[in-house]
């Protein structure tokens, strides 16, 4: 049984269906950016910025948005464990390749995200003020290749609709 009460699993369930759900549109959004359908393609990121804003009230109804300190410790360690327990066992667990290959490589991607999360850490407990905006930051990753040609770099899309 259960330590929390139902409504908080459903509020964490619910989550995590929003979540999975707009990087699938995000996936989606892609694939026909690649197929020269860019329209198809920003219609696709705009309901996963939707789904997106959904999975935060969501979990800030479920009483996971804590605070920057808890914020910052609670992506700490789900980094942490998912470089140390997840990822290695899934590799452990064996699979055809490129199925361990690509878990090696979301571990590559977890480490650096572990030292981005630790360099937020120790730049919020410095002092007061907000942390360092490093340019890359604007820039979502594979920015320049854009499936909808936005150079926004806004992973989400757009917030309105295509004219």
Not at 12 to 21: H, I, L, R, W
Request: hydrophobic share 35%.
């Amino acid at each position: 049984m259960s330590r929390i009460p139902r409504f908080q699993e459903h509020l964490k369930t619910g989550f995590t269906a929003e979540a999975v759900s707009a990087a699938r549109c995000r996936a989606y959004a892609g694939s026909a950016g690649s197929e020269g359908k860019p329209n198809l393609a920003r219609r696709w990121l705009r309901l996963a910025a939707e789904k997106d804003r959904l999975a935060v009230q969501l979990l800030v109804a479920a009483e996971q948005v804590r605070g920057h300190d808890s914020n910052l410790g609670a992506a700490v360690a789900e980094e942490r464990y998912e470089n140390t327990v997840l990822y290695p066992k899934m590799i452990r667990d064996g699979g055809p390749e490129p199925v361990p290959e690509l878990f090696r490589q979301i571990i590559a991607a977890q480490t650096e995200h572990l030292r981005q999360l630790e360099n937020l850490r120790r730049e919020l407990n410095a002092g007061p003020r907000d942390v360092h905006l490093p340019p890359e930051v604007d820039q979502a990753p594979g920015a320049s290749s854009s499936p909808a040609g936005d150079s926004s770099g806004s992973a989400a899309g757009p917030s309105h609709p295509p004219a």
